[in-house]
């Protein structure tokens, strides 16, 4: 078994297809199906299932994909080591964030990191923040930009860079459009327009319902913010965000409501890192413009 081996599968599983996985890797399909076969005669099981239209894992699959991530990880890592030692940042910065998340401008901080490091590729992954914390505990990724994560479930490093309230947004006729503020008792009924529960706006609503002891109805789940000021500006529902969502050019005529009793709903953004020990030099590097970049502020 060769980490190239293991690199092709790992491509293949990401991209659920064999012509995007070959494009990807810059190899033939041909090249990329031999080698998955070769993979698999080795282990001497099938770990693709494979049809006209689809390819997905098999359990074996599933299984290889998790030790796969960690070996290419920790090979990363040496190569990474051995460059630092000799003044070279080079191979592979593999980066994950939550989409808007307050504190960062991921675009900004990884121009900035290119113009220093130019050898090193940069690779981003947009998910929502309980597969970011899977994909940098896995090894997947190098480190994350996430939303609500609570020192319980993550025991690596946590840097704080936001914190603001949550608000709820309605359309200008809503019937709370005339509120400063609403109360959680008041919210019982209403049709609720949000993320899928992975992500970390969700999580943060999800949580502060339940501390005020009040039942929501999500009636239309999102994967993008557009897609919910969008909804939400066509009265289709009303949202609890992040107090930043309501400055964005797509909320212009939205209206924002506090909301009132009990403990007051946060939304905390943080940078997500292994233990200090299992930084990467690509990952501290990053780090370190970024702490820069929030000093300059």
């Known amino acids: 078994m060769e980490l190239r081996q293991l690199e092709r599968f790992v491509a293949v599983a990401e991209e659920a297809h064999f012509t995007r996985a070959a494009e990807r890797l810059a190899v033939s399909q041909s090249g990329l199906s031999a080698s998955v076969r070769a993979l698999e005669q080795e282990l001497r099981t099938p770990l693709f ?151 970390g706006p969700r999580r943060a609503a999800d949580g502060a319902f339940a501390a005020a002891g009040a039942r929501r109805t999500v009636g239309l789940e999102v994967n993008d913010v557009h897609s919910l000021l969008e909804l939400v500006q066509e009265g289709l529902g009303i949202a609890v965000v992040p107090h930043h969502f309501s400055r964005k050019p797509e909320a212009a005529g939205l209206v924002t409501v506090e909301l009132a009793g009990g403990r007051r709903p946060m939304y905390e953004s943080v940078a997500v890192l292994p233990a200090p020990a299992g930084a990467g030099p690509g990952a501290r590097a990053l780090m370190r413009l970024l702490r820069e970049d929030a000093d300059a502020r």
């Open 49 to 199: 299932s494979r049809t006209t239209r689809t390819v997905r894992l098999t359990d074996a699959g599933r299984a290889l994909l998790v030790e796969a991530e960690r070996t290419l990880a920790a090979a990363r890592a040496a190569r990474n080591a051995v460059d630092a030692v000799r003044g070279l940042l080079r191979g592979t910065l593999t980066v994950g964030v939550e989409q808007c998340v307050a504190g960062v401008s991921p675009a900004r901080l990884l121009a900035a990191f290119h113009r220093e490091h130019p050898q090193m590729e940069l690779r981003l992954r947009q998910e929502g923040t309980s597969s970011l914390l899977d994909g940098v505990a896995g090894g997947r990724l190098d480190l994350a930009f996430a939303a609500t994560v609570s020192p319980v479930e993550w025991r690596g490093e946590l840097l704080p860079l936001a914190r603001e309230p949550m608000v709820l947004l309605c359309a200008a006729g809503h019937v709370f459009a005339d509120r400063a503020a609403v109360g959680w008792e008041e919210l019982s009924g209403a049709s609720f327009i949000d993320f899928h529960p992975d992500w």
